[in-house]
């Protein structure tokens, strides 16, 4: 399909473990963006990339999070030593161009992450 | 930072009504505003993104407004169906040169047939 492709679409880990989640934003789209979205709430930034540049990291957690985009598409985010408050849905977006905030962005369908 | 409140509780419409949702937000007047759909189990879906200086946007049955002096955006759903219940949520420009979104926490609106 034409849209963004998150997974794994489900996560289940145990406390202490690391994970990654991958995000395959539409092809040709500059800018990648992650969410986190805990149930009732409304998405939280957490981190954006321009091509393979990360410019803005504020919205990440704790040093436990990292994400990369090495050849400008695909994106992984990594949680190491996952706690329960970690649990939450994750999910990613793109936009075709470099200002983010004057277009629509395209969100996948996230990975629903559970920590035992 | 930016915040945003939206009617935090359902909002249950008859069908063929029209729904009216509100968000309203602090600090700064964004220069862009956008509305998306949410359904459970899914990512938000865009619908319409205002500017400062469109003081209102349509597209088919649905209808934005944005008032910078009032701090509010108004989102209005003509002729509703129950395929419109979803989760909408709000929207705005984190400020400060930062290109991610700033989310409120969205409004269920159920509409009954």
């Known amino acids: 399909g034409a849209g963004v492709s998150q997974s794994p679409r489900y996560k289940v880990a145990k406390r202490g473990q690391d994970v990654a989640l991958r995000c395959d934003p539409i092809?040709?789209?500059?800018?990648l963006f992650w969410y986190q979205q805990a149930l009732g709430q409304g998405p939280e930034f957490l981190t954006y990339?321009?091509?393979?540049?990360?410019?803005?990291k504020s919205g990440l957690p704790s040093d436990r999070f990292f994400a990369e985009r090495p050849e400008g598409s695909v994106s992984t985010l990594k949680i190491q030593r996952t706690q329960q408050e970690d649990s939450a849905v994750y999910l990613c977006?793109?936009?075709?161009?470099?200002?983010?905030?004057?277009?629509?962005?395209?969100f996948g369908d996230g990975t629903r992450l559970s920590i035992l | 930072s930016q915040k945003i409140e939206q009617n935090s509780e359902a909002l249950n419409i008859q069908e063929g009504k029209t729904a009216t949702l509100t968000c309203n937000y602090t600090?700064?007047?964004?220069?862009?505003l956008q509305w998306y759909r949410q359904d459970p189990g899914r990512g938000p879906v865009f619908l319409l993104l205002?500017?400062?200086?469109?003081k209102e946007k349509r597209k088919e049955r649905l209808k934005v407004t944005f008032d910078t002096t009032l701090k509010q955006s108004l989102f209005h759903i003509t002729a509703s169906q129950p395929a419109d219940s979803a989760t909408y949520l709000c929207?705005?420009?984190?400020?400060?040169?930062?290109?991610?979104?700033?989310f409120g926490k969205g409004t269920h609106l159920i509409i009954q047939p």
């Open positions: 600090n700064y007047s964004p220069a862009y």
């Open positions: 929207a705005l420009e984190q400020g400060g040169g930062a290109d991610g979104l700033t």
């Open positions: 205002i500017r400062e200086n469109e």
């Open positions: 990339f321009q091509n393979e540049a990360q410019l803005d």
């Open positions: 977006a793109s936009s075709l161009e470099y200002r983010a905030v004057e277009q629509p962005q395209h």
């Open positions: 092809s040709g789209h500059v800018s």
